[in-house]
């Protein structure tokens, strides 16, 4: 209810989003301006409760099949494009994408045919593969950025999400015998129990392992997960949260976004926050313009679909103007900063006229500052950005992912 009233308020009409079963064969990309690049690798070797994404258990000719159907799926959008497009970053996501580390030279190698990626390529990593022979195998393949899913150093918290322990000194050696650029580690937080000392500890332990970056994830409990965790009330959440980004801050690591903190500006791990993008494998999405589409979640679906030489998309949403610019302002807010002058040049029209009394009201609120031409978010407005994510991701994710982990094709949708 609250996140539909939101919508219509910020959208300044009733209207839904609809998701159609339909999609443009030719991605219309040539002209965005800072493009990223996603490939979803959607293999683990077991699958964990708590864990809401598309993945199936590894099976090595499954994985083949599925990475030639990926390579062709590239092929398909690339062809279309109308020559080699210069983009930002190229991440790898899942799943487990190590599992497939002897391919991902290959797919960067189908990618650079028809993309000149200029800020690098960065891999989700399960610790289990964040030994050497790995880390070189990447590296050779042109990885530059890595994420570590370490959700917790301490066994308690890892028995309760169904994970085995995480040794920090075989990590520590792996990553100092191959370096990379970035070393990011996922923490989840708001965990049954959890205190500040606790995720103190983790934090120590990431920093002294040699993570530049570190992501402190709060806990999504997604209605179709098998995992029940009761959720840690609303105030308690918002110390902890207070005490780590200031803990963060006291040993150099500076918010990069609501949920990242790093040492550096130029060590960001952020496979989400670009303007356009284009998505491969199941379950990626692709934004260009005004479309947001989704691929189907099936595996089997995916490979068939590519290999009749049509592209995967299960749903496309077409966005109304102020759809589009809500969808913008959500994702730039996430960076913790909207600037006015990038709204403006991305929609022709100034930010204050189209946002005026939700921007004074945010910062009547104490929830954001202006300075120089950008708004930007204080501790509180952090929080509370943190704390509606929460309905949204199960009033949008919770409930487009549900569906698409049911019907590989669905008939569409609104929300
Ligand atoms: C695709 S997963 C991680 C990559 C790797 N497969 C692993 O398990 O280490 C990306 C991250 O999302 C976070 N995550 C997964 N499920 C979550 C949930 N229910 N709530 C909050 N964060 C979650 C975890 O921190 C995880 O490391
Ligand atoms: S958390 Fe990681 S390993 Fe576990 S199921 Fe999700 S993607 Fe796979």
């Given amino acids: 209810m609250l996140t539909a009233l939101t919508r219509m308020w910020l959208t300044r009409s009733v209207r839904p989003f609809t998701f159609r079963p339909e999609y443009d064969q030719v ?14 690798i959607p293999f683990c070797r077991s699958l964990c409760s708590f864990c809401p994404y598309c993945k199936v258990p590894y099976d090595a000719a499954l994985c083949d099949r599925y990475i030639d159907a990926l390579l062709e799926e590239i092929r398909l959008v690339g062809e279309g494009g109308g020559g080699r497009k210069q983009v930002t970053s190229l991440y790898f996501g899942g799943g487990t994408p190590a599992l497939a580390a002897g391919r991902l030279g290959e797919i960067v190698r189908e990618l650079e045919k028809y993309f000149d990626i200029t800020e690098g390529i960065g891999v989700e990593l399960h610790p289990d593969d964040v030994v050497p022979e790995v880390l070189e195998t990447l590296r050779d393949a042109g990885v530059t950025r890595i994420s570590i899913g370490i959700q917790s150093f301490q066994p308690k918290f890892q028995r309760l999400l169904g994970r085995a322990p995480v040794d920090g000194a075989v990590l520590a050696r ?11 580690m996922d923490f989840i937080f708001a965990l049954p129990g959890q205190t500040f000392e606790d995720l103190r500890r983790d934090l120590d332990t990431a920093f002294a392992c040699g993570a530049n970056h570190v992501a402190i994830y709060p806990f999504i409990d997604f209605t179709f997960t098998a995992s029940r965790l009761p959720a840690m009330r609303k105030g308690e959440k918002r110390r902890l949260l207070d005490r780590i980004t200031a803990y963060c801050g006291e040993k150099g690591y500076r918010r990069d976004s609501i949920w990242t903190f790093a040492a550096a500006p130029e060590v960001g791990y952020s496979s989400m926050t670009r303007e356009h993008f284009l998505g491969f494998g199941c379950s990626a999405v692709t934004l260009l313009g005004d479309q947001f589409k989704i691929n189907t979640f099936s595996v089997e679906a995916y490979c068939g679909r590519v290999g009749e030489g049509r592209l995967p998309t299960a749903l496309t949403l077409r966005f109304t103007r102020r759809q589009r610019m809500v969808y913008y302002l959500f994702w730039e807010a996430y960076s913790t900063r909207v600037s006015a002058r990038a709204f403006a040049e991305t929609f022709g029209v100034p930010l204050e006229r189209m ?3 939700e921007l004074r009201l945010a910062r009547a609120l104490g929830l954001a500052r202006y300075r120089d031409g950008v708004y930007t978010m204080t501790p509180k407005g952090a929080f509370y950005y943190h704390h509606y994510e929460n309905y949204y991701t199960l009033a ?20």
């Fill in 355 to 357: 946002y005026g009394p």
């Fill in 174 to 184: 792996a990553l100092a015998a191959v370096p990379f650029q970035t070393v990011s």
């Fill in 27 to 40: 991605l219309p990309y040539g002209d965005c301006q800072r493009l990223g690049l996603y490939v979803h």
């Fill in 396 to 415: 949008y994710i919770d409930k487009m992912w549900g569906i698409l982990r049911r019907e590989a094709f669905p008939r569409g949708l609104k929300l």
